[in-house]
């Protein structure tokens, strides 16, 4: 049971360059997050979706973009990349009801110079 | 917006002290949850309380749910170098909504 894929695990962007990072996860879960998580800032919610079709913005969602075509996938798109995004991106999902918990993927850690 | 405030930020200690990580907030919570980071990797869940005044113990550590639901604390006894991480509190609200409020987290060190 892979749980939460990341991928890349690294990346390097150039100023104004885009990229998506893609996120899968095999537990049929319902819902999914991307996260953005800065030293000592905690985790930031970008985007966030119910279920296939269906995403909203979340606290930080300005410079991304973000789609839901299956259960399985929510990629996270960068479009012009700024510095202000340099930062490490985790996605995570969950079932519904109280005592689901977050099964979060490994991250990627991104530098825009 | 609910807030949760963990307290200490930092913590560094020697291995066998005993700690106690602290997450509080105004509002009440569903439901809260304690994960632990270690470096380059994801949160991990370490467990979920979900009634108010509920207790719960997973080996050396003890999580606590207050009474009101609104905090919660996390003992550790006898901390070893395998303890060290970045512990972190999430909140579910009551509105039906599934979108967790994180802590800042508090980053510990157990110095062997």
């Known amino acids: 049971n892979a749980g939460v894929t990341q991928t890349p695990k690294f990346r390097i962007l150039k100023i104004g360059q885009s990229m998506t990072l893609q996120c899968t996860q095999d537990?049929?879960?319902?819902?999914m997050y991307w996260y953005r998580q800065d030293p000592g800032m905690g985790l930031k919610l970008i985007y966030y979706?119910?279920?296939?079709?269906?995403?909203d913005k979340g606290e930080v969602p300005n410079g991304y973009n973000v789609s839901r075509s299956t259960t399985e996938d929510f990629p996270l798109r960068l479009e012009l990349a700024a510095p202000s995004q340099t930062s490490v991106y985790f996605c995570?999902?969950?079932?519904?009801?109280?005592?689901?918990?977050?099964?979060f993927g490994s991250g990627t850690r991104l530098t825009v110079v | 917006t609910q807030l949760l405030e963990q307290s200490p930020q930092f913590l560094s200690i020697q291995e066998g002290e005993n700690l106690t990580v602290y997450c509080n907030s105004s509002s009440v919570f569903s439901s809260l949850q304690w994960y632990r980071q270690e470096p380059g990797e994801g949160p991990v869940l370490l467990v979920t309380?979900?009634?108010?005044?509920e207790v719960k113990k997973l080996k050396r550590l003890t999580f606590q749910f207050g009474d009101a639901r609104k905090d919660s604390s996390l003992h550790i006894t006898a901390a070893q170098p395998g303890d060290t991480g970045l512990y972190l509190c999430?909140?579910?609200?009551?509105?039906?909504?599934?979108?967790?409020?994180f802590g800042r987290g508090t980053s510990l060190i157990v110095h062997p």
């Open positions: 999430a909140g579910l609200g009551y509105r039906g909504s599934y979108i967790p409020t």
């Open positions: 309380v979900v009634t108010g005044g």
């Open positions: 995570a999902s969950s079932g519904t009801g109280r005592s689901y918990g977050y099964t």
């Open positions: 537990m049929n879960h319902n819902y």
């Open positions: 979706s119910v279920g296939a079709g269906i995403t």
